[in-house]
């Protein structure tokens, strides 16, 4: 099976690692061989990135572009243990759909059991659909917990590029990352893939993430990149 869909990536509205736009992302993905581009730049209260007029406005601008179906998101940052993320549902129900994560710029590291709560209120937000990079080593996070907030809500969880990629930028955590997609595989959970590309160098690169799930022997129908259909379907069941 191809991968279709990549969820996670970033232009130069994120403020950091790039000034390629949304045009050029498109244009690599078409490349690649992606029918589906998800931008999800930072939101708002990452230092540098776009505001919520930007956001708000996302819904005005094209659909497909170089012939891939542009989905609008944004990778949200959990703030505090209640849920808090920075847009509110008047912006998010414009966009194609949300992600979340913990960033060490919005939120300071406290123990496991805080982390775990930040994301797991963040994902009873019905317009939250995945959790970015669980595997962050910068957190503690129980990750049978988020689990299994994960099936109860409807969540996907991400198996990062950057966290399987000898080159990513982030210290690696594989062995949760191998945790994670076991607990997923037994519970039932949809993963979602994400290049976390900061412009257009990795954008649809999921070798390392293929050859992980492959060691695992994870099914493949849990995995929505390969079936954007699913994909849709998690954003409608959560809005419901
Ligand atoms: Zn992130
Ligand atoms: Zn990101």
Request: hydrophobic letters at 35%; a neutral charge; aromatic letters at 8%.
């Given at each position: 099976?191809?991968?279709?869909?990549?969820?996670?990536?970033?232009?130069?509205?994120?403020?950091?690692?790039?000034?390629?736009?949304?045009?050029?992302?498109?244009?690599?993905?078409?490349?690649?061989?992606?029918?589906?581009?998800?931008?999800?730049?930072?939101?708002?209260?990452?230092?540098?990135?776009?505001?919520?007029?930007?956001?708000?406005?996302?819904?005005?601008?094209?659909?497909?572009?170089?012939?891939?179906?542009?989905?609008?998101?944004?990778?949200?940052?959990?703030?505090?243990?209640?849920?808090?993320?920075?847009?509110?549902?008047?912006?998010?129900?414009?966009?194609?759909?949300?992600?979340?994560?913990l960033?060490?710029?919005?939120?300071?590291?406290?123990?496991?059991?805080?982390?775990?709560?930040?994301?797991t209120?963040?994902?009873?937000?019905?317009?939250?659909?995945?959790?970015?990079h669980?595997?962050?080593?910068?957190?503690?996070?129980?990750?049978?917990?988020?689990?299994?907030?994960?099936?109860?809500?409807?969540?996907?969880?991400?198996?990062?590029?950057?966290?399987?990629?000898?080159?990513?930028?982030?210290?690696?955590?594989?062995?949760?990352?191998?945790?994670?997609?076991?607990?997923?595989?037994?519970?039932g959970?949809?993963?979602?893939?994400g290049?976390?590309?900061?412009?257009?160098?990795?954008?649809?690169?999921?070798?390392?993430?293929?050859?992980?799930?492959?060691?695992?022997?994870?099914?493949?129908?849990?995995?929505?990149?390969?079936?954007?259909e699913?994909?849709?379907?998690?954003?409608?069941?959560?809005?419901?």
């Amino acid at each position: 099976m191809n991968v279709k869909m990549d969820l996670h990536t970033h232009t130069l509205a994120s403020g950091h690692y790039t000034t390629d736009t949304l045009t050029d992302l498109a244009k690599r993905a078409k490349e690649r061989g992606i029918a589906y581009l998800g931008i999800t730049d930072h939101a708002p209260k990452m230092p540098g990135s776009a505001s919520e007029n930007y956001f708000r406005n996302l819904r005005y601008c094209d659909r497909r572009v170089h012939g891939v179906r542009i989905l609008y998101g944004v990778e949200l940052n959990a703030l505090d243990q209640m849920g808090t993320v920075d847009l509110d549902e008047s912006v998010l129900c414009h966009l194609d759909y949300a992600l979340v994560s913990l960033h060490k710029q919005t939120y300071k590291p406290q123990d496991m059991r805080l982390n775990t709560l930040a994301l797991t209120s963040a994902m009873e937000n019905k317009f939250v659909v995945g959790v970015c990079h669980p595997d962050d080593p910068t957190y503690e996070i129980d990750v049978k917990t988020l689990a299994e907030k994960a099936k109860q809500t409807g969540t996907m969880l991400e198996l990062s590029s950057v966290g399987v990629s000898p080159d990513g930028y982030r210290e690696k955590c594989v062995e949760r990352l191998v945790e994670m997609l076991l607990l997923c595989k037994q519970k039932g959970v949809y993963v979602m893939l994400g290049s976390d590309s900061h412009g257009i160098s990795k954008i649809g690169d999921f070798t390392n993430s293929l050859k992980l799930l492959k060691a695992l022997d994870f099914p493949q129908e849990l995995v929505v990149n390969f079936n954007p259909e699913k994909f849709f379907e998690i954003v409608k069941n959560k809005r419901k």
